[in-house]
């Protein structure tokens, strides 16, 4: 749903490659922004958007790094309210796709390092709580996008080394069925984590997709 949103804004990013805004983004500003009960909360808030929000295009160029220096065009990548992708011109070899799709959380590991390191030398103030932030941010989208399920990288990366040592019929069932139990566990998971800690996430793994993955014939 999110994914097919009206781009509402597009420039010429890094590596020349066109980034495009869409329109469910102005939910997640909404969302994140109606928190905030003074002008100094909001400041915050406005920070750990734009943190987040930096972070997921960090992520996708790292999937637009790996896409180009394979000789493969990338048509565009696209930020939305339900995180963000990288487009490509064609598609890529299984041994290729297993560098673009570990490239995204790699990025985001190498972010977290550097700033887990350089932000306890930082004078207190803002300008440390941000970098601190930051880390933590992006050890999150790592983890994240690490779980075996669609559309995730996880779930892709998954899938691609099951191709290494099975057929494609086996490695999509495999996949599948992991994915299916994840997806099920996901929404009592949800519940646990949002009446536990107040922690809500807007993303739900595909039920049916992993269900039509599993029951692909051999």
Same mark, same amino acid.
């Given at each position: 749903?999110?994914?097919?949103?009206?781009?509402?804004?597009?420039?010429?990013?890094?590596?020349?490659?066109?980034?495009?805004?869409?329109?469910?983004?102005?939910?997640?500003?909404?969302?994140?922004?109606?928190?905030?009960?003074?002008?100094?909360?909001?400041?915050?808030?406005?920070?750990?958007?734009?943190?987040?929000?930096?972070? /997921?295009? @960090?992520?996708?160029?790292?999937?637009?790094? &790996? +896409?180009? $220096?394979? %000789?493969?065009?990338?048509?565009? #990548?696209? =930020?939305?309210?339900?995180?963000?992708?990288?487009?490509?011109?064609?598609?890529?070899?299984?041994?290729?796709?297993?560098?673009?799709?570990?490239?995204?959380?790699?990025?985001?590991?190498?972010?977290?390092?550097?700033?887990?390191?350089?932000?306890?030398?930082?004078?207190?103030?803002?300008?440390?709580?941000?970098?601190?932030?930051?880390?933590?941010?992006?050890?999150?989208?790592?983890?994240?996008?690490?779980?075996?399920?669609?559309?995730?990288?996880?779930?892709?990366?998954?899938?691609? /080394?099951? @191709?290494?040592?099975?057929?494609?019929?086996? &490695? +999509?069932? $495999?996949? %599948?069925?992991?994915?299916?139990? #994840?997806? =099920?566990?996901?929404?009592?998971?949800?519940?646990?984590?949002?009446?536990?800690?107040?922690?809500?996430?807007?993303?739900?793994?595909?039920?049916?997709?992993?269900?039509?993955?599993?029951?692909?014939?051999?």
């Amino acid at each position: 749903m999110f994914g097919s949103s009206k781009v509402i804004f597009e420039f010429r990013g890094v590596f020349g490659v066109p980034v495009h805004i869409g329109s469910s983004i102005l939910l997640l500003v909404f969302l994140f922004l109606s928190f905030g009960s003074s002008s100094t909360q909001l400041f915050y808030n406005a920070i750990f958007l734009g943190l987040v929000i930096g972070s /997921i295009y @960090l992520h996708e160029l790292g999937h637009a790094w &790996a +896409t180009l $220096i394979q %000789g493969i065009p990338v048509r565009r #990548i696209m =930020i939305y309210g339900g995180g963000g992708f990288c487009e490509r011109t064609r598609s890529a070899t299984p041994r290729q796709e297993e560098l673009i799709v570990a490239m995204g959380p790699m990025v985001n590991l190498t972010i977290w390092a550097v700033a887990s390191l350089v932000w306890p030398y930082m004078p207190e103030g803002l300008l440390m709580w941000a970098v601190n932030l930051l880390a933590w941010i992006n050890l999150f989208l790592a983890i994240f996008n690490m779980i075996p399920v669609q559309p995730l990288d996880g779930g892709k990366l998954f899938h691609l /080394i099951l @191709l290494r040592f099975t057929s494609p019929g086996m &490695a +999509t069932r $495999i996949a %599948g069925g992991v994915g299916l139990v #994840i997806a =099920i566990l996901w929404i009592p998971a949800m519940y646990l984590a949002y009446t536990k800690l107040g922690f809500l996430l807007f993303f739900f793994p595909p039920i049916g997709l992993h269900w039509q993955m599993l029951r692909r014939k051999l």
